[in-house]
């Protein structure tokens, strides 16, 4: 029995949140006394430091698979081949699409949002993000074969030594799993992309329109953050849709979140409070966020943000 982890590749190299699914299985694997190995799908060069990660082989397809329906009988092939009883899935827009198709074809229980590592010392019980990270619950898996997705930051990958046997992997795929073609795909743009980004900064209404974006955007460059919004400002266009945080964006999980002239409307708070430490600056303090800051500052935007960029500087 083997631990794989489903590793997603980005222009050639391989996601962070990938990066925490492959150090999940290992360690998972360690628990049950057994090895982890991956599979990758997509162009990339490093693959072979998943190594790094626990991984002791990789299955590589190297072209990508643009259907739901592709990726889950990859994944499913892979399984299969690598003898593995327990798939880690990383979270993401892809996974969402196609990892209860996997779990179909593996006759498999899934758990998503997994917390943390699983308790095995009687069963296999998993620890689970609820109600939008407000809540959580054990569940416990029965089935022989089961299928993680683990909630993002939900570890923090340590790099080792070592580099893991890559293996040219090409799946079997039918007719069906290409039924749907993609024509066009359209990528968002931005040094760091959001839904990878440890650190995300994001403006509101009270930066007053798009003229003023500089200030979020020279705190992110400061930083090494990713920009985001809220939804009324990518509706009146100050900000493209890609950058939208909230319930019906982008769901961010950075290890800190800066929120700026954003009062704070549960929307909003759905799609960023699995962020680890969430920093409000908002001139009204009656704000709905400061509820839910782990760190609050109340003034006007265009007086702590200079401040802020002028002191990260210092500092970064």
Same mark, same amino acid.
């Given at each position: 029995?083997s631990?794989?982890? %489903?590793?997603?590749?980005?222009?050639?190299k391989?996601k962070k949140s $990938?990066?925490?699914?492959?150090?999940?299985a290992?360690? /998972?694997?360690?628990?049950?006394s057994?090895?982890?190995?991956?599979?990758?799908v997509?162009?990339?060069?490093?693959?072979?430091t998943l190594?790094?990660y626990?991984?002791?082989k990789?299955?590589h397809?190297? $072209?990508?698979?643009a259907?739901?329906?592709? /990726?889950?009988?990859?994944v499913?092939q892979?399984?299969?081949?690598?003898?593995a009883?327990v798939v880690v899935?990383?979270k993401?827009v892809?996974?969402?699409?196609?990892?209860?198709? /996997?779990?179909?074809?593996l006759?498999?229980?899934m758990?998503?949002?997994?917390?943390?590592?699983?308790?095995?010392?009687?069963?296999?019980?998993?620890?689970?993000?609820? %109600?939008?990270g407000?809540?959580y619950?054990?569940?416990e898996?029965?089935?022989?074969?089961?299928v993680?997705?683990?909630?993002k930051?939900?570890?923090?990958?340590?790099?080792?030594?070592?580099?893991?046997?890559? !293996? $040219?992997?090409?799946?079997?795929?039918?007719?069906?799993d290409?039924?749907v073609?993609?024509?066009?795909t359209v990528?968002?743009?931005?040094?760091?992309l959001?839904? !990878?980004?440890?650190?995300?900064?994001?403006?509101g209404?009270?930066l007053?329109?798009?003229e003023n974006?500089?200030? =979020? !955007?020279?705190?992110?460059?400061?930083l090494?953050a990713a920009?985001?919004?809220?939804?009324p400002?990518?509706d009146?266009?100050?900000?493209?849709h890609h950058e939208?945080v909230g319930?019906?964006?982008v769901?961010? $999980?950075?290890?800190?979140?800066?929120?700026?002239?954003?009062?704070?409307?549960?929307?909003? /708070?759905?799609?960023?409070?699995?962020?680890?430490?969430?920093?409000? =600056?908002n001139k009204?303090? !009656?704000?709905?966020?400061?509820?839910?800051a782990? %760190?609050?500052?109340?003034?006007d935007?265009?007086?702590?943000?200079p401040?802020?960029?002028?002191?990260a500087?210092n500092?970064v």
């Amino acid at each position: 029995m083997s631990i794989l982890a %489903y590793i997603e590749t980005s222009d050639g190299k391989v996601k962070k949140s $990938s990066l925490e699914a492959a150090f999940f299985a290992s360690e /998972l694997a360690k628990k049950l006394s057994t090895d982890s190995v991956a599979v990758a799908v997509g162009s990339a060069s490093d693959v072979e430091t998943l190594g790094q990660y626990g991984i002791s082989k990789v299955l590589h397809v190297s $072209s990508d698979i643009a259907t739901a329906q592709g /990726l889950a009988t990859a994944v499913h092939q892979a399984a299969e081949k690598m003898g593995a009883s327990v798939v880690v899935l990383p979270k993401s827009v892809s996974v969402d699409g196609f990892a209860a198709r /996997l779990a179909v074809k593996l006759k498999a229980n899934m758990v998503s949002n997994v917390a943390e590592l699983p308790d095995t010392s009687s069963g296999f019980k998993i620890k689970r993000s609820i %109600y939008t990270g407000k809540a959580y619950a054990i569940s416990e898996m029965k089935s022989a074969n089961k299928v993680l997705v683990i909630k993002k930051n939900a570890v923090t990958p340590v790099a080792g030594s070592g580099k893991a046997a890559v !293996e $040219s992997f090409s799946p079997n795929l039918s007719p069906a799993d290409s039924a749907v073609k993609v024509k066009e795909t359209v990528k968002a743009t931005g040094d760091i992309l959001l839904t !990878e980004a440890e650190i995300v900064v994001s403006g509101g209404r009270g930066l007053k329109g798009p003229e003023n974006w500089h200030l =979020i !955007e020279d705190l992110a460059k400061k930083l090494h953050a990713a920009t985001g919004c809220s939804k009324p400002v990518s509706d009146m266009d100050w900000r493209p849709h890609h950058e939208h945080v909230g319930q019906t964006g982008v769901k961010v $999980s950075p290890n800190i979140y800066i929120a700026v002239g954003i009062s704070g409307a549960i929307q909003h /708070l759905a799609g960023v409070n699995s962020s680890k430490v969430i920093v409000v =600056i908002n001139k009204d303090p !009656e704000a709905p966020f400061f509820k839910a800051a782990d %760190y609050g500052i109340v003034g006007d935007a265009f007086d702590v943000l200079p401040k802020l960029i002028a002191a990260a500087g210092n500092y970064v």
